[in-house]
């Protein structure tokens, strides 16, 4: 096949699934695209067999044409693509006929509050039979439903975020009513900052929102728009004003997709890595062994490994903001550390003016988020620029949460060890 083919022509600049097409019409290969006209056009670079191996270019030399589906959203890409994988398994797809390495998603329909569970190829059949067999929930005949594979990790969990933004959902180990009846503090918690739905919403309407994402991965998000105009009517006439508002703001939210995190810049299969966001927080007791500590979040996920614990010495006793400028100032020291794209701080504008003052003497411009905290150390608000809260905000609120934890761990552990002499 060659670049200036006539079905290559006709792709629009536009988010889409495109179809590499055998000489008897079947489908070779299924991909998704930020921009469906340079996505296909990079198969036909001269570095297509070092960037993605000669098994793609067997493939680009077998196919005769292109074709394509263009949807509104690289999210509604994201989910035809594993649909349309799934349902044509395309021999291009898998580089081994035992890889097992792609995602898939569980919906826990059968049970009281159902979960969105990610889990991996290799691990599916035996999750999803332990999912089967503990069915004790609203029917002995609902199973769990399976979606993907999904084979863009990174921008799958994004996928996940933006619809959780839209629609909390749970994604606990244990069924959520088990954790309810035990009074689970990680479950309050998150329940607290927003990353699980709020602990007042009944019952019914927490299955309304999973029926809305079951219809997302369904691939037919124009019927959850049309779902929330009629609902966000029915609960205004009958007088239920805060599910009509609820309804309204999911609405406006998928109307309005922010999917940026999704369009990255596409490197053979996958997508640039995901932004390195870091939280800091400092710990101590009427002044006494004071800490601070630095933690790191990728893509969602906190990389423990890169935790890092800092005695602070020159900063005045007791002074937060002291310590907060010796604490960035001695991270800043190490250019080796790979810099992140945001920085989380635990407290509010007289946190956030010093660290703007620390990173501009080092001639360092990163984004800063300040969260800051109730009475009972609950987040109650964010300070900074909108957008990274808004499109970062379940990555911020952890980064904050793994700081104040790790800091108190670590002052614990000095403190004690302090007393003991």
Not at 21 to 34: F, N, R
Request: proline share 4%; glycine share 6%; hydrophobic share 40%.
């Amino acid at each position: 096949m060659i670049l200036n083919h006539s079905s290559i022509q006709k792709l629009p600049d536009a988010s889409g699934v495109y179809f590499f097409l055998g000489p008897k019409q079947e489908v070779l290969y299924v991909g998704k695209a930020t921009s469906l006209k340079d996505r296909v056009r990079s198969y036909f670079a001269s570095t297509l067999a070092s960037a993605r191996g000669n098994q793609m270019v067997a493939m680009v030399e077998r196919a005769v044409r292109v074709d394509f589906r263009q949807t509104d959203s690289v999210l509604e890409a994201l989910i035809l693509e594993a649909k349309c994988i799934k349902e044509l398994k395309p021999p291009f797809n898998v580089r081994d006929k035992d890889d097992k390495s792609f995602n898939f998603l569980i919906i826990t329909i059968h049970e009281a509050y159902p979960r969105l569970l990610t889990v991996r190829g290799k691990e599916l059949p035996m999750r999803y039979n332990e999912l089967v067999a503990r069915n004790t929930g609203i029917g002995k005949k609902v199973e769990p439903l399976v979606y993907g594979p999904f084979p863009h990790a990174t921008q799958f969990k994004q996928a996940l975020k933006i619809i959780r933004k839209i629609f909390p959902y749970y994604d606990t180990k244990r069924p959520v009513d088990e954790l309810m009846a035990k009074n689970d503090s990680k479950l309050r918690f998150n329940q607290s900052i927003g990353v699980y739905p709020n602990a007042s919403i009944t019952k019914e309407m927490y299955r309304r929102n999973i029926r809305h994402i079951k219809t997302i991965f369904d691939g037919k998000l124009q019927s959850v728009v049309v779902t929330l105009e009629r609902d966000m009517r029915r609960f205004a006439k009958q007088e239920q004003f805060e599910n009509a508002h609820i309804a309204k703001k999911q609405l406006f939210a998928l109307q309005h997709i922010e999917d940026v995190s999704l369009i990255r810049k596409e490197r053979g299969e996958g997508v640039t890595d995901a932004i390195r966001i870091e939280g800091y927080d400092v710990a101590h007791l009427g002044g006494k062994n004071t800490v601070g500590v630095m933690v790191a979040v990728v893509g969602g996920e906190a990389q423990k490994k890169e935790y890092r614990t800092f005695t602070i010495r020159t900063a005045v006793e007791g002074s937060d903001t002291g310590a907060l400028k010796e604490l960035l100032e001695r991270r800043l020291a190490h250019p080796e550390w790979q810099y992140p794209r945001i920085i989380v701080l635990d407290g509010g504008i007289a946190q956030l003016n010093t660290a703007k003052k620390v990173l501009a003497e080092a001639g360092v411009a990163i984004p800063l988020i300040a969260v800051t905290k109730d009475a009972h150390h609950n987040p109650r608000s964010l300070h900074g620029p909108i957008k990274i809260r808004t499109l970062y905000q379940g990555d911020i609120l952890l980064a904050n949460a793994e700081a104040h934890r790790f800091s108190l761990a670590v002052h614990t552990k000095k403190r004690a060890k302090h007393l003991l002499g």
